[in-house]
């Protein structure tokens, strides 16, 4: 379910991603080194511009185009592991839309964003605004991050 706030915040206590992902209901099956994929039925969440985050593995892949079926998919890349009628999450194309997100480490609480250690007490920012000050055309990616494995964080987000 897509949410409809802009500026979204919290403390992640649990490994997930920024934007927040959700199970995704049907099962997905992928081949490593392909890329495409085929989903046990179709779902509203994935769509063109959505994210796939294998959280066994902990990769994630942006869906670049959904076959009229809604069924069948192609990622940008190609899948690092294979996925045989796996259960994965997702984060919707309308959530990942994010324009400027921080995440900091809680202070005694080490963590790690997309596997680079994020000392305790620090925070790293990301943001879609160009050299000239206009928001750019691109959208800051999804990070996985470890908030129950290393250690809470502290996010924060805008949507576009």
Excluded: C
């Amino acid at each position: 379910m897509a949410n409809n706030l802009k500026e979204i915040d919290g403390i992640l206590i649990t490994d997930d991603t920024i934007p927040l992902s959700s199970t995704l209901t049907p099962t997905i099956s992928a081949t490593s080194g392909s890329r495409t994929f085929t989903l046990s039925a179709s779902s509203s969440d994935v769509t063109k511009g959505s994210w796939i985050y294998d959280d066994t593995n902990s990769y994630i892949y942006l869906v670049v185009s959904m076959g009229s079926d809604g069924t069948s998919g192609t990622i940008r890349g190609t899948f690092d592991a294979t996925l045989s009628t796996a259960t994965v999450k997702v984060i919707p194309e309308s959530d990942a839309k994010v324009i400027q997100m921080s995440i900091a480490a809680d202070q005694d609480s080490a963590s790690s964003v997309n596997g680079v250690a994020l000392a305790s007490g620090t925070s790293k920012s990301w943001s879609t605004v160009g050299n000239d000050g206009d928001v750019g055309g691109r959208f800051v990616e999804p990070k996985i991050v470890l908030g129950l494995t290393d250690g809470n964080v502290s996010y924060i987000y805008t949507k576009y």
